[in-house]
């Protein structure tokens, strides 16, 4: 036994805290670790641009958050747009418009690109939404209100019209905040439940008396040994591991259990301010609990019900392919393949990875392919798993988007690599190419089955084919179109990787590059006037 000496009880919490996340334990409680949350940003630039973000904050811009999730964000942002029109594009973009955009005619912008509104009006609504985010709703409200009594005394009709609308968009968008509290609060709510084996976390995020949003998390390690932790120690483990480097409220209202004197003094070092522990909240403080513990009861639910079908599906799929069925189906692993070009141009595979009743995200692979004939999907499917499986283990079942062709020469690789072809199937598509009627083809000979629209395991084989289609897909678009935009200027001597992103970035595209005078090109840093002529004549 290893023991390490600290000067405090809050430090050895800390390092407590790492080692746990470091070396997850198989007795500690652990939560994903996951410190990037996003917030709303309105940037430094004369005309703000309010956009979603991620990352670390700065002094340049002003940030408001952290959401608990993306959704959040993209929502207020939505909504924002709609009162108060600020404006949502890039800055190379805003300093190259000749005319308003779309969302100005959709009224989501004032199109300060192009000088519909000046510099003033435009910094009074973005003032108005930094207060609004803030939580000075009632300010806003009246302020908007006022405008627009005194745009109809003035007989300017339209512009009270606007201002109308505006003040009723802002009133619906008060009216779904249902945790708007008397008075502006910064506060996160923590409810823990535990069902079925499994415990659930949600935190509900208030700021500035608004309700952000709610997260669940699912701590590993919670039921080990058969014995399940304590409500207390789960909600601990979590405000332990979630704050440690995140931003502290100076509220936090936990669901009926007493905070330990030593994370409380430790919450107090990391924010910098007293932090109020609040376990048997009153008013609306116990209406946001109430709130977050049906969120909990809502999401572990939704959980158990997820995995119960997931396992099924993973059942059904293992006898329906001959697998040992009294084998451990959480470690059943499935790989599939597809290729995806257009017109044989920037042919791509990809491989994604099902197992323990779920697909893993970060095991997925992409394989450029090279050297063969435009459209040529056998040679294709031979290329990936050649490299594929010459290094990495064969799994459990190998899927393969395509009939019996695609199967023979899948076959033909793993003959050649001395693997076992039993753990090759494809999914050929049905008559008429109609979803449910999809057959498995087999690489060992068995006859083809056919599961039938209703089938769990079809479901399943069908959820694993369609992202490997959704991920390859994404990926040779991503790769044309980088190859598209850049082709034209990499033909162009003397235009390098960092010219071309200073082109790209000051002139927000080809086609504004295109757009753009002898002067204009000349003044991006690192062009000069003779390479600016060359550009300009390559491209007209």
């Not at 007293?274 to 959980?303: F, K, S, T, Y």
């Not at 690489?443 to 390859?472: K, N, T, W, Y």
Request: contains cysteine; hydrophobic residues 40%; neutral net charge.
């Amino acid at each position: 036994v290893e023991t390490t000496v600290t000067r405090s009880e809050a430090e050895a919490l800390l390092l407590e805290n790492n080692l746990i996340k470091t070396a997850a334990p198989r007795y500690n409680i652990l939560f994903r670790d996951d410190k990037s949350y996003p917030y709303l940003k309105l940037t430094g630039h004369e005309f703000p641009r309010i956009v979603y973000y991620r990352g670390t904050v700065d002094k340049r811009n002003r940030y408001f958050g952290p959401y608990p999730n993306a959704w959040s964000v993209r929502e207020a942002i939505q909504a924002l747009q709609k009162v108060f029109r600020l404006r949502t594009c890039e800055d190379s973009v805003f300093a190259n418009r000749s005319r308003p955009c779309l969302l100005h005619q959709i009224g989501r912008c004032s199109a300060p690109c192009v000088g519909l509104v000046d510099a003033r009006g435009y910094a009074e609504d973005v003032e108005a939404a930094a207060r609004f985010l803030q939580g000075g709703q009632r300010e806003v409200l009246a302020d908007i209100e006022a405008k627009m009594h005194a745009a109809a005394a003035d007989l300017r009709f339209e512009e009270a019209a606007q201002l109308r609308d505006r003040l009723s968009a802002l009133a619906r968008m008060q009216s779904r905040q249902s945790m708007e509290a008397a008075q502006d609060v910064d506060a996160d709510i923590v409810a823990a439940v535990v069902r079925g084996g499994r415990a659930c976390v949600n935190l509900a995020m208030v700021r500035g008396g608004r309700h952000l949003g709610d997260k669940a998390w699912f701590p590993a390690h919670a039921a080990e040994g058969g014995e399940m932790a304590t409500l207390a120690e789960i909600v601990e483990a979590f405000v332990a591991q979630h704050y440690d480097g995140m931003p502290v409220p100076p509220v936090l209202v936990v669901d009926g259990v007493a905070p330990d004197e030593a994370l409380l003094d430790w919450l107090q070092q990391q924010a910098g301010h007293p932090v109020q522990w609040i376990r048997q909240p009153q008013g609306m403080r116990r209406e946001w609990l109430e709130l977050a513990r049906q969120n909990a009861q809502l999401a572990i639910a939704r959980l158990l019900s997820e995995e119960g079908s997931q396992k099924e599906r993973t059942r059904a799929l293992a006898r329906t392919l001959g697998l040992d069925d009294g084998g451990d189906l959480d470690r059943l692993r499935v790989e599939c393949f597809d290729i995806s070009h257009t017109m044989g141009e920037a042919t791509q595979a990809s491989c994604v990875v099902y197992q323990h009743h779920a697909m893993q995200h970060g095991e997925y692979r992409r394989f450029n392919i090279e050297g063969i004939v435009g459209g040529d999907d056998p040679a294709a499917m031979r290329q990936v798993l050649t490299r594929r499986y010459s290094e990495a283990p064969v799994p459990d079942v190998v899927l393969i988007d395509g009939g019996a062709t695609q199967v023979g020469a899948a076959r033909q690789v793993f003959e050649e690599l001395g693997a076992d072809v039993s753990a090759l199937v494809g999914v050929a598509k049905g008559e008429g190419r109609k979803v449910g009627l999809e057959t498995l083809v087999f690489a060992d000979g068995r006859a083809p089955i056919v599961p039938g629209r209703d089938s769990a395991a079809l479901m399943l084989v069908a959820q694993i084919r369609d992202e490997a289609h959704r991920f390859a897909i994404t990926g040779m678009r991503s790769r044309r179109a980088k190859a598209r935009t850049g082709s034209r200027l990499d033909e162009i001597d003397g235009i390098g990787p960092k010219r071309r992103q200073r082109l790209l970035a000051r002139f927000g595209g080809l086609r504004g590059i295109m757009a753009a005078s002898v002067e204009d090109l000349a003044s991006v840093e690192g062009v000069s006037r003779a390479l600016a002529e060359e550009i300009y004549r390559r491209l007209h």
